[in-house]
């Protein structure tokens, strides 16, 4: 199969022209034009950043962590990442717990890029993103992007602009991808992963981090013929008729594929299927755990959604099944109720490794070797971590958080009056110090904007060394 298009239109590899059925607009129904070049001041902007759509915030599908936790939770994870080869080494099992929890808000963008790998990918290649960025792009693939940067996440005020800063650093990331596996060019599905991964760092750190997605968590899965998608699709329903056979029955006799209904799930990282809150979740478990956690998000909510008789009243047909498993009850995506489901459900990574090379035989007797030769796929952080060798200089964050609250002078009563006295001694000892900017103004715009005129956006994000995230 050279391209799989799925249910909603969307084709995912070759296809210059259109996003959605109509080729007009977003995956949820509106064109970016319509959302505006700029925000306007009265819109509401939710904490993920999204002023709308079918990602905007609501509280029934989140959980709120208190503010106190919250504050722990940072204190564990700066601890963490200021010893991660430690931690990864003899305590991976308590990271693991910890990006179920979910990682804090202000530290993903950089737990993120530990736990990928990006890091020390990053820092083994000193430079080598630079070189990608000034470098022309190949007019096929660049044309394609141009054309797919306004679909991605619209109603997210990052992106909302026209040849805003957020479009420019997709266009940046995207572009560096395809000199960087010119093999493997340019697959649709990449733009909204790099898009999740530009709300949270750099540019620079959104490329590495796509790298590793792309060549450990998931290879082939961007590559011409989709074949590694289809394999999974496949391991997908032989692990589903283990976890709910009336599901697998029932997808069974409606002759649905795989690749209908979860084409979009895994390619996309589920970007485009949870409400936001439950997206943050499941990444955070994915990058820690690898594609194990795509395949129980995946089983959990065809479980849910096909896994009784009583619910399989109402959909007798493709068609019917089809539009259920687009529209899924908000009830089993909403974010506390599938994160429980998915870490109560035991899939291991020997299992899917065992249906995968079952998977595999089948392939070859019915289609023959896989044209696309992919590495062995890494399940999740850890190994990942081992096989990639690296020194402790490679994980140090630059720079390191450093709070000092020095003493304040010992004043008694007689001494009230020369206290101002005392202040300017103090800023003379501990002078205030300039902090620098960790996203400074590109001063080199992509030349593919130098036509546009940016309206009410922020310049390009940077992706220098001081990548505190913070």
Same mark, same amino acid.
């Given at each position: 199969?050279?391209?799989? *298009? +799925?249910?909603?239109?969307?084709? +995912?590899?070759?296809?210059?022209?259109?996003?959605?059925?109509?080729?007009?607009?977003?995956?949820? @129904?509106?064109?970016?034009?319509?959302?505006?070049?700029?925000?306007?001041?009265?819109?509401?902007?939710?904490?993920?950043?999204?002023?709308?759509?079918?990602?905007?915030?609501?509280?029934?599908?989140?959980?709120?962590?208190?503010?106190?936790?919250? %504050?722990?939770?940072?204190?564990?994870?700066?601890?963490?990442?200021?010893?991660?080869?430690?931690?990864?080494?003899?305590?991976?099992?308590?990271?693991?717990?910890? #990006?179920?929890?979910?990682?804090?808000?202000?530290?993903? @963008?950089?737990?993120?890029?530990?736990?990928?790998?990006?890091?020390?990918?990053?820092?083994?290649?000193?430079?080598?993103?630079?070189?990608?960025?000034?470098?022309?792009?190949?007019?096929?693939?660049?044309?394609?992007?141009?054309?797919?940067?306004?679909?991605?996440?619209?109603?997210?005020?990052?992106?909302?602009? %026209?040849?805003?800063?957020?479009?420019?650093?997709?266009?940046?990331?995207?572009?560096?991808?395809?000199?960087? %596996?010119?093999?493997?060019?340019? #697959?649709?599905?990449?733009?909204?992963? &790099?898009?999740?991964?530009?709300?949270?760092?750099?540019?620079?750190?959104?490329?590495?981090?796509?790298?590793?997605?792309?060549?450990?968590?998931?290879?082939?899965?961007?590559? &011409?013929?989709?074949?590694?998608?289809?394999?999974?699709?496949?391991?997908?329903? &032989?692990?589903?008729?283990?976890?709910?056979?009336?599901?697998?029955?029932?997808?069974?006799?409606?002759?649905?594929?795989?690749?209908?209904?979860?084409?979009?799930?895994?390619?996309?990282?589920?970007? %485009?299927?949870?409400?936001?809150?439950?997206?943050?979740?499941?990444?955070?478990?994915? +990058? #820690? *755990?690898?594609?194990?956690?795509?395949?129980?998000?995946?089983?959990?909510?065809?479980?849910?959604?096909?896994?009784?008789?009583?619910?399989?009243?109402? #959909?007798?047909?493709?068609?019917?099944?089809?539009?259920?498993?687009?529209?899924?009850?908000?009830?089993?995506?909403?974010?506390?109720?599938?994160?429980?489901?998915?870490?109560?459900?035991?899939?291991?990574?020997?299992?899917?490794?065992? *249906?995968?090379?079952?998977?595999?035989?089948?392939?070859?007797?019915?289609?023959?070797?896989?044209?696309?030769?992919?590495?062995?796929?890494?399940?999740?952080?850890?190994?990942?971590?081992?096989?990639?060798?690296?020194?402790?200089?490679?994980?140090?964050?630059?720079?390191?958080?450093?709070?000092?609250?020095?003493? &304040?002078?010992?004043?008694?009563?007689?001494?009230?009056?020369?206290?101002?006295?005392?202040?300017?001694?103090?800023?003379?000892?501990?002078?205030?110090?300039?902090?620098?900017?960790?996203?400074?103004?590109?001063?080199?715009?992509?030349?593919?904007?130098?036509?546009?005129?940016?309206?009410?956006?922020?310049?390009?994000?940077?992706?220098?060394?001081?990548?505190?995230?913070?």
């Amino acid at each position: 199969m050279a391209r799989t *298009e +799925l249910s909603n239109g969307l084709n +995912l590899r070759d296809n210059p022209e259109k996003l959605t059925e109509n080729g007009t607009g977003s995956s949820y @129904g509106l064109d970016p034009e319509v959302n505006g070049n700029v925000v306007p001041g009265e819109t509401q902007v939710d904490k993920y950043g999204f002023t709308g759509g079918a990602q905007q915030y609501s509280g029934d599908s989140a959980e709120e962590v208190p503010a106190e936790v919250l %504050r722990q939770r940072e204190a564990k994870w700066l601890e963490m990442l200021n010893s991660w080869d430690k931690w990864m080494a003899k305590r991976h099992k308590k990271v693991k717990e910890r #990006c179920q929890k979910g990682i804090p808000p202000s530290l993903r @963008g950089r737990a993120w890029l530990y736990l990928s790998g990006g890091k020390v990918k990053r820092e083994l290649n000193q430079g080598k993103f630079q070189k990608l960025d000034e470098a022309q792009g190949d007019p096929k693939w660049v044309d394609i992007i141009e054309r797919d940067l306004h679909r991605q996440f619209p109603f997210h005020e990052m992106f909302a602009a %026209r040849g805003g800063h957020g479009q420019q650093d997709l266009f940046r990331v995207l572009k560096a991808y395809t000199l960087y %596996r010119p093999d493997e060019g340019y #697959c649709q599905a990449q733009a909204p992963v &790099a898009a999740v991964l530009l709300m949270h760092m750099p540019a620079e750190d959104a490329f590495w981090v796509l790298v590793q997605i792309c060549e450990k968590y998931l290879p082939g899965y961007y590559s &011409a013929g989709l074949e590694a998608i289809q394999l999974d699709g496949e391991i997908l329903y &032989a692990l589903l008729q283990q976890v709910s056979s009336v599901a697998y029955r029932h997808l069974k006799k409606q002759k649905l594929e795989p690749t209908l209904c979860m084409t979009e799930w895994f390619m996309c990282i589920f970007s %485009r299927t949870l409400p936001w809150a439950s997206v943050l979740r499941v990444w955070d478990m994915f +990058l #820690c *755990e690898g594609v194990k956690i795509l395949f129980k998000v995946g089983l959990v909510l065809l479980k849910c959604t096909l896994g009784s008789q009583q619910k399989l009243k109402d #959909c007798q047909g493709l068609y019917e099944t089809m539009e259920l498993l687009r529209t899924i009850n908000p009830q089993y995506m909403q974010e506390s109720f599938l994160v429980h489901e998915v870490i109560e459900l035991t899939i291991s990574e020997t299992k899917i490794e065992k *249906e995968h090379n079952a998977q595999l035989r089948r392939w070859k007797e019915s289609h023959g070797d896989l044209r696309c030769k992919s590495p062995p796929r890494m399940h999740g952080a850890k190994a990942i971590m081992t096989s990639e060798p690296h020194t402790k200089q490679h994980l140090k964050q630059m720079p390191a958080i450093i709070v000092e609250y020095p003493l &304040a002078p010992k004043m008694d009563v007689n001494e009230e009056n020369r206290k101002t006295k005392d202040e300017d001694k103090m800023k003379t000892a501990f002078p205030s110090q300039e902090l620098i900017n960790p996203y400074a103004p590109s001063s080199d715009p992509s030349p593919l904007f130098e036509h546009i005129t940016l309206k009410g956006s922020k310049e390009s994000l940077s992706s220098v060394e001081q990548d505190t995230y913070l």
